[in-house]
């Protein structure tokens, strides 16, 4: 399923212009900031998961700490640390850029989840327990749409819920959420139950994206390649590159910050 947003065209010359490399890959989901939250526990590893993402042909990265019970940092405080990051990148020679975001946990009032969009755009990671749906998740993604920002739910194939009835999904797909699986979701690399739960949702073109969620080298490596293999099998290689490219671009706002 590709996202359309008027905005697509202009984000794809912008992109193409300040990365000359075509068809480079966007991880919307990355746990890359150091010390920040229970990803990366400092530069040196910040820099290794950058290096492999890298090398796996990942362009950009967007940063999402927790905000919730597994962090707390405030929107300033992920841009500054994004600024340092990228700075380390240009440093170090690593062709990789990196723009802020966060990972919302649903019981955080979704009123303050337009602070914490995805590049500063009109999109914003949304993460449930990994147990059970809340009660009010409907009301969480409606609220959301009225206020004009748009829930992506963060890897809803890790679910217990959502393992056991897929279809728990469509009422809120159908109100305007957006679909985000982990990449080692589909590899297998979560176990069968997960990695069957992923392919039903990639198979029923009820995923938008495939993001890594990685919170170092080693956990949950920064890789999208492997996955978009996979998806490919499921959905064909132009609708899978959609997921790690085109919907990602589409969601970047026009005035995509330079730093
Ligand atoms: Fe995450």
């Known amino acids: 399923m590709l996202l359309r947003v008027g905005a697509r065209d202009y984000n794809q010359a912008f992109f193409e212009s300040v990365y000359p490399v075509p068809g480079g890959m966007i991880d919307i989901h990355c746990h890359i900031l150091p010390a920040i939250d229970d990803g990366s526990p400092d530069l040196d590893t910040s820099l290794a998961m950058a290096a492999m993402a890298a090398a796996d042909g990942i362009e950009i990265i967007i940063a999402t700490p927790h905000v919730g019970m597994t962090g707390r940092a405030a929107w300033s405080r992920i841009c500054e640390e994004v600024k340092r990051l990228n700075n380390a990148l240009q440093e170090e020679r690593i062709e990789l850029r990196v723009l802020a975001g966060a990972e919302v946990q649903s019981h955080v009032a979704v009123t303050k989840a337009g602070q914490f969009c995805l590049a500063s755009g009109s999109f914003f990671l949304l993460e449930f327990p990994s147990t059970h749906?809340?009660?009010?998740?409907?009301?969480?993604?409606?609220?959301?749409?009225?206020?004009?920002i748009t829930p992506i739910i963060a890897h809803p194939e890790r679910n217990a819920a959502i393992i056991q009835e897929p279809g728990k999904l469509l009422p809120l797909i159908n109100a305007g959420a957006k679909i985000q699986i982990t990449a080692a979701s589909l590899t297998g690399d979560l176990g069968p139950?997960?990695?069957?739960?992923?392919?039903?949702?990639?198979?029923?073109?009820?995923?938008h994206f495939l993001g890594t969620d990685s919170h170092s080298p080693g956990f949950r490596e920064p890789i999208l390649s492997k996955a978009v293999k996979k998806a490919s099998r499921y959905m064909g290689?132009?609708?899978?590159?959609?997921?790690?490219r085109d919907n990602p671009l589409a969601i970047l706002p026009r005035n995509l910050p330079r730093n």
């Open 193 to 207: 139950d997960v990695a069957a739960c992923a392919g039903f949702l990639v198979r029923n073109s009820m995923v």
């Open 133 to 148: 749906l809340p009660v009010d998740s409907l009301e969480i993604v409606h609220t959301a749409v009225r206020q004009r």
């Open 237 to 244: 290689r132009k609708k899978a590159l959609a997921l790690v």
